[in-house]
């Protein structure tokens, strides 16, 4: 069993950067795929990003690619969501999640996959 715990959340303003963090325990990190989910208050949880066991591969949704990087240190067992440009919409419950092994491209965006997963956290960005 892997456990995931999140931090690194907050109030920003539009325009601002943050930068979330995924520390794991129980599993070595470097045998899971990590991947980032948010949810928007009363929305369904969306796939934001996704890294590859080694790092070498990166996904990430439409909404987010360009402002936020995925990134992991596997020493450190943590991996990170760098979120620049923040936007309102970007307002959200952010989760993450990984997966046992490897993902296929188009796989990785599927949260049915992600066996393991976090309790949250809490991002909000005003006007």
């Known amino acids: 069993q892997a456990q995931m715990v999140e931090s690194g959340g907050g109030l920003v303003q539009a325009g601002d950067s943050l930068r979330l963090s995924c520390a794991a325990s129980?599993?070595?990190?470097?045998?899971?795929?990590v991947g980032w989910f948010r949810q928007p208050p009363g929305k369904e949880r969306d796939f934001v990003a996704a890294?590859?066991?080694?790092?070498?591969?990166?996904y990430y949704s439409a909404s987010v690619k360009g402002r936020f990087t995925i990134s992991r240190e596997n020493a450190r067992n943590t991996v990170y969501l760098q979120m620049n440009s923040l936007k309102p919409e970007d307002t959200a419950d952010y989760y993450c999640a990984a997966i046992d092994g490897a993902c296929s491209r188009t796989a990785c965006y599927d949260r049915r996959l992600y066996r393991y997963w976090g309790q949250g956290t809490q991002v909000t960005v005003s006007v």
């Open positions: 890294i590859s066991r080694s790092g070498d591969h990166t």
């Open positions: 129980g599993r070595t990190l470097g045998m899971l795929t």
